[in-house]
């Protein structure tokens, strides 16, 4: 038997707009399953008012789900600085109110301007949730941390989000400057994945 005959889905939906996540979530998943963007069937995503990561996915999860009638993958996922007591946190996406990565980037920067480098450390998280159906009670939750710390300037020129600010220790360079294939073994998405599959039965 196949590894993909043995999921009770041959397609799900990505409950995000975000492509740099659906390119990475594909790339994990491999041909087991295919991931349709949430857009194909509805434009308008779900207001974030969960105030966990946790609570944020299940959101995303189920409105996915309701929208296409298929099983749905939700992340959320952010990024928490020490010196900021774990902030953007959950408003990660949003944390400039406006103007994408770059204004984001740049919004960091300036609150850890005066903090040396020995206290910007800072972690990644991911929450993954996959929901059989928008009413399903029991969704599967995982969850992956990577660890590092915030550069004093951007590097590189990959990933996306925080990645051209994010140290990785493991690789002596920034998360941006990490090959794709590099990246998606290490990082605090393919960790949450790596649980998911398992608990999938894929590894």
């Keep these: 038997m196949s590894e993909a005959s043995r999921l009770p889905f041959s397609q ?7 492509a740099g996540k659906l390119a990475e979530l594909q790339a994990m998943l491999g041909n087991e399953v295919e991931v349709i963007p949430q857009s194909r069937f509805v434009q308008e995503e779900v207001e974030e008012t969960g105030l966990t990561f946790v609570e944020n996915a299940i959101l995303k999860a189920r409105h996915a789900a309701r929208a296409s009638g298929l099983p749905a993958l939700a992340d959320d996922s952010g990024l928490a600085v020490d010196a900021l ?5 959950i408003y990660s996406a949003r944390y400039a109110g406006g103007g994408g990565d770059q204004a984001n980037n740049a919004k960091l920067l300036e609150a850890l301007q005066d903090v040396s480098d020995d206290k910007r450390g800072a972690r990644f998280i991911s929450v993954l949730v996959l929901m059989l159906h928008a009413e399903d009670p029991t969704p599967i939750i995982c969850e992956g941390a990577w660890h590092g710390r915030i550069m ?12 051209p600010l994010f140290w990785v220790p493991e690789r002596y360079c920034a998360s941006a400057e990490l090959s794709y294939a590099d990246k998606n073994r290490i990082s605090h998405r393919a960790k949450a994945m790596a ?3 398992k608990r999938l039965g894929l590894s």
Excluded at 12 to 18: E, M, R
Excluded at 152 to 163: H, T
């Design 85 to 89: 007591g774990g902030a953007p946190g």
């Design 195 to 197: 649980d998911l599959r």
């Design 12 to 18: 799900l939906v990505l409950a995000s707009g975000n």
């Design 152 to 163: 004093q300037e951007p590097r590189g020129s990959q990933g996306f989000g925080y990645d």
